[in-house]
């Protein structure tokens, strides 16, 4: 009888022992959000600080470094040094990272410390730690990393020569054709994306890539804990910087197939500020003083509604800045506490985008062909705008980067126009900035 439980025991034993794991700890769409009611990047780190090993795998989905307040107000660099002092591995870039131009972009994808994955996107010339996919090692596992921004990336920035994109799914196929000539345990898949999208779904995506083993999605603002989609497992961290995903990935060591993956979700509001941000949330209580001063005469005295003052403040510098003889903008849904005072805070609200103004010359037709397309959206998207022009047959239009760059996809006309057109648009600051100069504002 002993020696039954013996072997037992040791049978047991041997088959815990063939059991290896590899963990992957997830975040997406934190928005440059620092701190929060909700949590924010400074509980995301305590969470790492107090569960996260040496040997695991942490990685971003995308939409970093835009959103917030100092995030906007600092080009995202002060986001970029809490991502580094979070440690991750790996980021994937989202959609909202190329409001602030390609300079930037570049300026804060070097700065950054972990390996940047992408695969649908790349810099002219390249960076060296930008790749479209990795292979990394943990447990005696092989692991692939592909990382693909969001699928209309192309459509997120003005025409620009210092950028060059493919699509989606011919991007994964392209690393997927490298990847089997490596053996490779497991395969992950990292998309600024969520499980639908215009004209598709990750359902069909997945179902031509029958390797991929993990999913990894961002971009739609919703938290998957974990699910099985078309024989992947996906997971969606949430959004906001409001917590982490947890990953665990378990292994037969004999046959090197997996077992079994599981995930879990980690709040950051239950978990104290990190310690090691106390210099960054110092300086963020610092500017957001400054941003919520009053900033004395800023309206006239007939600028009542809220609606009134975007609207007012749109024109006006756009006016200053830029003097053209038509203009076709969009007012932002603006959620605050109005009052009938301005100051920085509100400004950011309304005009949270890095939105570069810009101006191109339009025929009649060229014009109402763009009009049309803000029109559609603005019954789709229930978005106001503000639209005038000449009875002329050309002129010199103001209006927003969002619109001449496509908008997602979603003003392709205009995308057209603008490529036609490109030496001849004209690029300002950020709306933002241009009512920041117009209020002289420092």
């Not at 961002?218 to 989609?229: A, F, M, P, T, V």
Request: hydrophobic share 40%.
């Amino acid at each position: 009888m002993k020696k039954n439980i013996t072997f037992l025991l040791i049978f047991l034993l041997s088959v815990l022992l063939q059991a290896s794991e590899v963990v992957i700890w997830a975040t997406t769409d934190m928005h440059g959000i620092l701190q929060s009611k909700r949590g924010g990047m400074a509980g995301i780190l305590s969470i790492l600080e107090l569960k996260r090993k040496p040997q695991d795998i942490l990685l971003d989905a995308g939409d970093l470094f835009q959103g917030s307040y100092i995030a906007n107000s600092t080009n995202g660099s002060v986001i970029v040094n809490a991502f580094n002092l979070m440690n991750y591995d790996f980021y994937v870039p989202g959609n909202h990272e190329f409001e602030f131009g390609s300079e930037v972009l570049r300026k804060n994808f070097e700065a950054m410390n972990s390996v940047i994955l992408c695969a649908n996107w790349a810099f002219v010339p390249a960076i060296s730690k930008m790749k479209p996919f990795c292979i990394i090692e943990r447990n005696k596992m092989r692991i692939a990393i592909i990382g693909v921004g969001e699928r209309e990336s192309r459509n997120r920035i003005l025409p620009d020569k210092k950028l060059v994109f493919m699509n989606e799914e011919k991007s994964i196929a392209l690393a997927l054709k490298e990847l089997r000539k490596e053996k490779v345990d497991l395969t992950i898949l990292v998309r600024h994306g969520g499980i639908y999208f215009k004209g598709g779904s990750l359902f069909s995506l997945l179902k031509k890539f029958p390797e991929i083993d993990l999913v990894i999605g961002g971009h739609s603002h919703q938290l998957e804990i974990g699910r099985k989609i078309a024989g992947a497992y996906y997971v969606q961290p949430g959004m906001l910087a409001q917590g982490v995903s947890e990953i665990r990935v378990k292994f037969n060591d004999r046959s090197r197939k997996i077992e079994r993956i599981t995930s879990f979700y980690h709040n950051a509001a239950d978990f104290e500020p990190s310690a090691k941000m106390k210099k960054l949330l110092s300086m963020q209580r610092k500017i957001m003083k400054d941003a919520y001063r009053t900033i004395p005469d800023a309206l006239p005295e007939n600028v009542k509604s809220k609606t009134a003052a975007q609207s007012y403040l749109t024109l006006k510098c756009a006016a200053e800045t830029a003097p053209a003889d038509a203009h076709l903008f969009f007012i932002e849904k603006a959620e605050v506490n109005w009052n009938g005072r301005l100051n920085k805070y509100l400004i950011h609200r309304f005009f949270p985008y890095e939105n570069a103004l810009v101006t191109i010359p339009v025929s009649s037709q060229e014009y109402q062909i763009m009009l049309n397309e803000v029109r559609r959206y603005s019954d789709k998207y229930k978005v106001k705008f503000i639209a005038k022009a000449p009875r002329k047959q050309y002129f010199l239009l103001q209006t927003t980067a969002f619109v001449l760059s496509g908008g997602g996809a979603n003003f392709p006309e205009s995308r057209k126009i603008a490529e036609q057109k490109h030496k001849q648009i004209k690029i300002y600051p950020s709306m933002r900035q241009c009512v920041a100069d117009f209020l002289n504002l420092k």
